[in-house]
């Protein structure tokens, strides 16, 4: 088991940042995959970013490139994501994940979840 428990959503002005954290505990932290997700009220959760389990690769959504970077720490067991030129449109909730499978990206793919933050975005 996994658990996971994300912080640092908050409101904050479109153009504004904001970095979000996930805590883990339980098993190897190093040994899984990482990823963030987001729900939008209405709409599917759907993938934002993902990293290796070293950190040595990651990959983006489209809707995110070059203002979203998401990084982690093996020693802290944390997991990061720096949020850059927000927009209205990214209100959410932000979830992490965990998975033991790799390069993935579809939510069902991910074995672990964290509750999630509410990331709230004025214009």
């Known amino acids: 088991q996994v658990q996971l428990v994300e912080s640092g959503g908050g409101l904050v002005q479109a153009g504004g940042s904001l970095r979000l954290s996930c805590a883990a505990s339980?098993?190897?932290?190093?040994?899984?995959?990482m990823g963030w997700f987001r729900q939008a009220p209405g709409k599917e959760r759907e993938f934002v970013e993902r990293?290796?389990?070293?950190?040595?690769?990651?990959s983006y959504a489209d809707s995110v490139k070059g203002r979203f970077t998401i990084s982690r720490d093996n020693a802290k067991s944390t997991v990061y994501l720096q949020k850059n030129s927000l927009k209205p449109e990214n209100t959410a909730v932000y979830y992490c994940?965990?998975?033991?499978?790799?390069?993935?990206?579809?939510?069902?793919?991910?074995?672990?979840w964290g509750p999630g933050t509410q990331v709230t975005v004025s214009s």
């Open positions: 990293i290796s389990w070293s950190g040595g690769s990651a």
């Open positions: 994940a965990a998975t033991s499978r790799g390069s993935v990206v579809l939510p069902i793919s991910y074995d672990y």
């Open positions: 339980g098993r190897t932290f190093s040994s899984y995959a």
